[in-house]
Each structure stands twice: as C-alpha cells, then as structure tokens.
C-alpha cells in the first residue's frame, strides 16, 4: 500500500512538472576508458584568442560568448595500424569528428557536472574512421561550445564573467600497429591547431544555436587556426562516463499535429494584443512555405525536452528564426493575463529570457536542393514552434526530436487503463520524466534553470524506477551531489552546483 501511495504522488507531481513545464552520418562506437595515466600524455587547450565574456554577469550580460572553438589535429600513421581509441573530455559541449565523420551518438557532452570538481571523459573507438595503411593522413578534429561550462547555467549573478574563462579540450588517441606496438598521442600546443571558426556562430544551454550552414567546419579550414594555448582552469578529476549521457530520442521523433500561417491582427487594443489573422492551414506531410511577414506557426502535440529537426531549401544568406514555446497566447491576447502576443502565436514569456534566450537562428548556404539541420549543442522544451524568415523558406519537413537521458532501452515499465485521463496522466509523468532526466534529474527543461532540484528529484526518483532503469543515472548524480555538498555534511538544494 506504501508503494501505491508513494507512485501516485510522483505521477502528479512530475505530470505537472510535465505540463508547466545537422544531422550527420555517425561513427565510433564507446568503448571503456584507457588507462588514467593515459592522460598523462595530454593536456588541456584553449583557443588562445578566443573571446571571454567580461563584467558583472547580469540580466543584460548573462549570453555566452560567441563562435566555436575548434581543435585539429592532422596524424601521419608510422606504420599500418590495427585499431585506435579516442579518450575525450572537455571544458563546454563538445563534439568528435574523424575525417570529417561525426564521432558517437551521445549529444551534449561531457555532460553537466560539478565546474571546478568532475569532469566525464567519453572513449571511442574510432578504427572504422580511419584511413590505416602506413604513411596515410588521418585527421582529428574537435568543436567546443560553452555549453555545461562558459554560460549562465553554472554562474552565480553578480559574478565577474563566466564561471569558465575559455571552452577547452582534453584527448589522448591509442594507436595499436600491425606489430602489436602502441602509441599515445595526446592534445597539446605543438602537434594541434586551434581557433574560432566553423558555422557555429553561438551556442550555449540557455541562449539556444546561432547556425551559419555557409561556413566550413574546423577541419576544412585549417588556415584559420593557429597554435592553441594551455588550458590550467581546471584542476579536478577527470572519470569515465558512466551514466547520465544524452541522446536525441529519433524513437519518439513527433510530427507536426496542426501547423498555420498567420499575418496581421484583428481585435487589438490597448489592453489586448487582439488575435492573429491566420491565412493557411497545413495538412500533415504538407510542404509549408514563409514568406517575409508571415509566421508559420508548428503544434507537435507534446511538450518535451527536444531540438527542432529540419529538412528545408531557400537562397543563400536567408535568414530563418525558429522560436520555441510551450503554449500559445490566448483570450484575444489580455495583456491582463500576462500575455505577449496576440492570440494564436507562440508565447515565450515565460521562459524568462524571451529575447536572448532559447533562440534559434539559420542562416542557408547555396545549396541547390533540400539540406537537413538540427541544433546539436543545446536543447529545448517547448510543444510549439513559431518560424519566420526575410526571404522564402520552403520546408518540406520538421519534426521534433526528444533529448533525454532516457534511452528507448532504459524503459523497462508501462502501464495502459481503462480510463483516458488516468492514462493521460500516466503520459505525462513519462513525458515528464524522459524530458527531465537529462544528465542530472531537472526541474524544467524549457526556461533559464534546468538545474538539478534536490526536493523535485526526490519526490519522484522512486517512482521513476517503475518507468526506466535508471541506477546508472542515479549512480552519476550521487557523485555531483557529493561534490556539491557544504565543508558540514550538509546537501545542497541543487547539484550539481550551479548559478542559484
């Protein structure tokens, strides 16, 4: 009966929880950690000129810096080689690339950890990216975004600057030849190149992606990085990944429920926004069209933690912004109920930062045909989208793709019932839990928090385990909640620490 009664409780509280609240072909599979003194081979880097957030971290400088920081590597092979391990980490969101090939399935690395205490390290093994004969050229590139590091969701305001100065990248490469023989290859200033470069002109957790598909990644533009410097930020331990990684659901991949195209206002007022004049609807599997001053507004039927995944076409240099939200305004726009807009488009007051935050801006290169694009280093929690765009954007598919902690795997419970809201209920609280199990157990995946809510969690960890295996995930919070506990014993409202 205990059981029953403890069940019930985080199925409501997590429902409300539930309801307040470049794709590119992979390779590399994870594989276990090299040896520690493996690391002794490496060190860590940084951009040397990268730009660093400076001033009082405040509500009108809380952004992360901008660009991406690449590093590169290009290695000659000495001899035939037979496989080869990659042991990764990094200072920010990271992301592998072997020859041009995106390393691992697991987003958002290393994942969110205590700043100055924890960091994860990812290993792959990295044989089928690689040329391997004798005298061949591989090459080895890195990207680093602030995310998890250099932003708001780790800085306490008032701070001066980012809790991290500069993003930066740790690695050590196994090389096993023909001959049985190894070799350690770590990063370093001599054998790397590191700079700002790349499409990625922002990202971070709480600002969202700012994505320029007209620039070349890292690895094609070798002149525009220089030699890296020393990174000495962080003097914590480094461990293996062993729980709490993220990765997009393409399992629970969602179709557009209801999309429309919306230009002009009727019924405004002073103390309304009045309601959007909605010009087309789209059937399902229908192309949509913007054109300048319209605003196409996407229902995907569910809010979750997720990343709008495109597959769309217009002119070079158009420029498209996708806003996400959780709900649409309504009752003609009241400004008396807090409303931001008029009734029918997407309100984003709510997530607090509305304007600077949770953004997503594309900007087309000259592709002749459609080309795909979804953000890869920052997430979303939203069950609507509202695009506009200064010239013609044809879109011939958009789905919203779940981030989670939870793998289709870890699911192990379900339960179906005789009555609709009680199953709805029971939806919610897996929606619930899939969107807020990432990399810690948060409180909201949608506006500038997202943090890992000691009294939430354990309301509903019990709960959880009826839905998904999650002693991995748990196993790695434990460590940020040791980390995050105060010189008496005492734990912390959150963990890992973070900007409250």
Request: proline share 4%.
């Amino acid at each position: 009966m205990k059981k029953r009664k403890l069940l019930l409780l985080g199925v409501v509280c997590t429902a409300l929880y539930a309801c307040s609240t470049d794709q590119t072909n992979e390779s590399g599979k994870r594989v276990s950690a090299l040896d520690d003194a493996a690391w002794n081979h490496s060190e860590w880097i940084s951009v040397a000129n990268a730009p660093v957030i400076t001033g009082e971290i405040n509500g009108s400088n809380e952004r992360a810096a901008d660009g991406a920081a690449w590093f590169v590597s290009v290695v000659r092979n000495e001899k035939e080689i037979t496989s080869a391990r990659w042991m990764t980490t990094g200072l920010g969101v990271y992301e592998l690339y072997v020859n041009g090939k995106l390393i691992g399935e697991e987003i958002l690395k290393p994942g969110f950890t205590h700043p100055y205490k924890t960091k994860r390290s990812f290993t792959y093994e990295v044989s089928n990216a690689l040329s391997k004969q004798a005298g061949a050229e591989n090459v080895f590139a890195v990207q680093v975004t602030p995310g998890w590091w250099a932003d708001k969701i780790i800085t306490y305001s008032g701070q001066q600057g980012m809790v991290g100065t500069k993003v930066a990248f740790r690695g050590v490469l196994e090389l096993t030849y023909a001959d049985g023989s190894k070799a350690y290859l770590g990063s370093n200033t001599s054998d790397w190149k590191a700079g700002i470069a790349g499409p990625v002109k922002h990202a971070a957790i709480f600002d969202g992606e700012e994505y320029d598909a007209r620039e070349l990644p890292g690895y094609d533009t070798l002149d525009k990085l220089s030699t890296p410097e020393k990174n000495t930020e962080f003097e914590g331990e480094i461990l293996p990944s062993n729980g709490g990684e993220v990765y997009f659901r393409e399992d629970l991949a969602l179709s557009p429920q209801k999309a429309y195209l919306w230009k002009g206002v009727t019924g405004e007022s002073e103390d309304a926004y009045g309601k959007v004049v909605i010009t087309k609807e789209y059937a399902a599997g229908e192309e949509m069209v913007v054109h300048p001053g319209e605003t196409l507004v996407v229902d995907f039927g569910q809010n979750c933690a997720a990343v709008p995944a495109f597959e769309f076409m217009a002119k070079e240099g158009t420029q498209l912004n996708c806003r996400p939200s959780e709900i649409l305004n309504d009752g003609n726009g009241a400004k008396s109920r807090g409303m931001d807009g008029p009734e029918g488009s997407c309100h984003r007051l709510n997530l607090r930062t509305p304007d600077t935050g949770m953004l997503l801006d594309y900007t087309f290169a000259d592709h002749k045909d459609y080309t795909t694009y979804r953000p890869h280093r920052t997430f979303y929690g939203y069950r609507f989208v509202s695009i506009t765009a200064d010239q013609e954007v044809r879109i011939r598919s958009i789905q919203s793709i779940p981030v989670s902690s939870i793998t289709q795997q870890m699911e192990t419970g379900s339960i179906t019932t005789g009555n609709k809201l009680v199953n709805q209920l029971i939806s919610n609280t897996l929606w619930g839990q899939r969107s807020n199990y990432l990399s810690v157990p948060t409180d909201c995946p949608q506006r500038n928090e997202r943090l890992g809510w000691t009294a939430d969690t354990q309301v509903f960890a019990e709960t959880g385990t009826f839905f998904a295996n999650t002693a991995d995930f748990f196993h790695k919070w434990m460590r940020d909640m040791r980390d995050t506990q105060s010189p008496t014993g005492a734990y912390p409202g959150v963990a890992p620490l973070a900007q409250y």
